[in-house]
């Protein structure tokens, strides 16, 4: 199975960057997911990485060390449509989805 | 097109009772899932389907059932309502087992 932690709440200021840390302890190991979700919406894709490194996508920047069963997930120039829940996801080797319990980010003026 | 379609989007039911969950795809995914969404506890897995005519068990499936009799339709049935399936169930689908998965709007079951 997995163990999947990550902080419960985070704020932070518009225009600021936030860091979302999600660590993991796992049987097997087929990748990491990030996923947003707004209050009352379904979760959607943001990020998935498999090798150690950085995967960037415009504000938002995804990175992962397998050695340590750790991630990260980095919004930058925050927006007030960021306000959401990020879920960090683990896939195992029968490529199953892990979930932790969600950081809720709320930006503020 | 329109994705992932979940119904009913909310839903209040005696407990003892049997409900349906219903989930529709158009994009011709193989793989199907249900996940369950309770406060604190992040989304867990309840059943699964890799192809249509298959079915596996989830993190969670006691009380719960599925079928895939096509590759659009993944309907959740709960046999016997209880106060614990009170939750936000997700269903969502990918090309494969091994691509990402995406989720449909949600249906929120409120068991008295």
């Known amino acids: 199975g997995q163990n999947i932690d990550q902080p419960t709440e985070m704020t932070a200021t518009e225009g600021a960057i936030v860091q979302i840390n999600c660590t993991y302890q796992t049987s097997g190991f087929n990748g990491l997911f990030w996923y947003q979700q707004h209050a009352g919406e379904a979760p959607t894709f943001l990020s998935y990485n498999v090798l150690d490194g950085l995967e960037e996508k415009g504000r938002f920047s995804s990175f992962l060390s397998r050695s340590k069963g750790y991630s990260y997930l980095l919004l930058k120039e925050l927006q007030m449509k960021d306000s959401a829940s990020y879920l960090c996801?683990?896939?195992?080797?029968?490529?199953?989805?892990?979930f932790g319990a969600g950081t809720t980010v709320t930006v503020r003026a | 097109t329109a994705g992932i379609t979940q119904a009913p989007t909310s839903q209040i039911l005696a407990a003892g009772r049997s409900m349906t969950l219903r989930c529709t795809q158009d994009m011709r995914h193989n793989a199907m899932y249900w996940y369950r969404q309770d406060l604190g506890l992040g989304l867990r897995l309840i059943h699964y389907s890799n192809t249509a005519g298959t079915t596996g068990k989830g993190e969670v499936p006691d009380g719960y059932s599925v079928s895939r009799a096509n590759t659009d339709d993944f309907p959740l049935t709960l046999a016997s309502a209880v106060p614990s399936q009170t939750s936000v169930y997700f269903c969502?689908?990918?090309?494969?087992?091994?691509?990402?998965?995406?989720f449909g709007p949600g249906t929120r079951l409120t068991v008295l």
């Open positions: 969502a689908s990918s090309p494969s087992e091994t691509d990402t998965q995406y």
């Open positions: 996801a683990v896939r195992d080797s029968d490529y199953k989805l892990s």
